[in-house]
């Protein structure tokens, strides 16, 4: 996904986020799933209820969940893929789709094998992009996002909050929509002040979900459980849970949580994108 046109990153103002339907594994056919039950209980507000689900001792006062699905063109048709295993080639062509659970604000960057980073969301006047729960954004918002050469290891980095955050906020179309050589020195100054201020706080982001007890595999009792106790060894209730796609789903599940002593407010997902050269690709 090198070298991503401005016309395409334009064209990510079609926006409209991730999906929440991995089953709950040890729960018999007619019950409800897990993130159906996150889902539900999100939705009412419900951070007793929540608790317990995850099996945290104290209600949870912030939860951020969403799904992301990276589909491939291929022969006509798409065919999503877990984007932690797959290796991409060049030529591929991919759009990623993703949906929050609650209302949530989402800030979309592209970074690049040499980590420079673009802004993909938001797009237009430092608006900050709030996305309803339901909402499906799609990137790009036509058409597909190809692969080139020289190959490498790129990473889609989306952040959701649940207020928005003024840093993260303050891009400027113009001036991430238009190649070096046209800005003016004004905006050329004003983009490497927003580079700036974006780098240090996903940076801080970053180390405050570092910090977290993180999970990530199939969600079954078993594992939920486990991370239950691990994230109250250390003392806290702030935890970060991820599912990769199964046989039955084709989205990655991500969700924050934290009670009312340690409010984290933010949740990281790196969408990895790896691409290989022809003669590295696997059979």
């Known amino acids: 996904m090198k070298r991503l046109s401005y016309r395409q990153a334009a064209a990510l103002l079609g926006v409209a986020v991730i999906v929440l339907l991995f089953p709950w594994r040890t729960a018999a056919a007619d019950e409800p799933n897990f993130r159906d039950l996150v889902r539900k209980y999100v ?9 317990t689900l995850i099996g945290f001792s104290k209600p949870v006062e912030h939860v951020i969940a969403l799904e992301y699905t ?10 999503a893929v877990d984007p932690q295993s797959h290796e991409f080639k060049r030529g591929d062509r991919i759009r990623v789709r993703v949906q929050p659970l609650s209302d949530t604000y989402i800030y979309i960057f592209h970074e690049g094998a040499s980590g420079a980073r673009v802004c993909l969301l ?3 006047q430092e608006k900050p992009p709030f996305v309803k729960r339901g909402q499906t954004v799609e990137l790009p918002g036509d058409g597909y996002f190809e692969f080139s050469a020289p190959p490498g290891n790129e990473q889609l980095l989306v952040v959701a909050t649940e207020k928005p955050t003024g840093d993260l906020a303050g891009l400027s179309n113009v001036v991430f929509n238009k190649p070096d050589d046209q800005l003016t020195p004004a905006e050329k100054e004003i983009k490497s002040s927003l580079k700036a201020k974006v780098q240090k706080t ?4 970053r180390a405050r979900q570092s910090e977290a007890t993180t999970y990530r595999g199939l969600l ?6 486990d991370f239950a106790r691990k994230v109250e060894k250390r003392g806290n209730s702030h935890g970060v849970l991820e599912e990769p796609p199964t046989a039955n789903d084709s989205a990655t599940f991500a969700m924050m949580a934290s009670g009312a002593n340690d409010p984290q407010q933010n949740l990281f997902v790196s969408i990895a994108l790896k691409s290989v050269g022809a003669k590295d690709a696997k059979p």
């Open 122 to 124: 938001p797009t237009k």
């Open 202 to 205: 996903l940076k801080s982001i």
């Open 220 to 225: 079954n009792e078993d594992a939920v459980k």
């Open 70 to 79: 990276v589909l491939v063109k291929r022969d006509g048709r798409e065919e």
């Open 43 to 51: 939705k009412d507000g419900d951070g007793k209820q929540l608790g």
